[in-house]
């Protein structure tokens, strides 16, 4: 019923900038808390940023100041601005909502823990 797809990754070189986005597509009614995951290669998936539906938001060390993490609650999406990429910034990106609330008039339904398919990002030193 409802898929996150992230987009916006690439290669940049160390020190440059990269933004991706995550769009959540179906019959959404609302997100709930969204996050940014990455996973380098050989090495477990870790938490990146978090953002609540109200906009708090939670960023894990390594990144803190140098990434941004927003969202559009109304077209569903969410960002992260990356700046100031260092090679170990390097790795696959995985968008996750912890709730989506979708339907229309007549039914209403919910997914628990969803991930996108993850968007490479390669940081060239």
């Known amino acids: 019923q409802v898929q996150l797809v992230e987009s916006g990754g690439g290669l940049v070189q160390a020190g440059g900038s990269l933004t991706l986005s995550c769009a959540a597509s179906?019959?959404?009614?609302?997100?709930?808390?969204m996050g940014w995951y990455r996973q380098a290669a050989g090495k477990q998936r870790e938490l990146v940023a978090t953002i609540s539906s109200g906009g708090n938001t939670n960023f894990a060390g390594s990144v803190k100041g140098r990434f941004t993490i927003s969202r559009d609650n109304a077209e569903n999406t969410m960002y992260l601005q990356m700046k100031s990429l260092k090679f170990e910034d390097s790795g696959v990106y995985y968008c996750y909502a912890d709730r989506v609330t979708y339907g229309s008039d007549w039914y209403e339904g919910t997914d628990y823990d969803l991930w996108g398919q993850g968007t490479q990002v390669t940081v060239s030193s």
């Open positions: 179906g019959s959404i009614l609302n997100v709930h808390d």
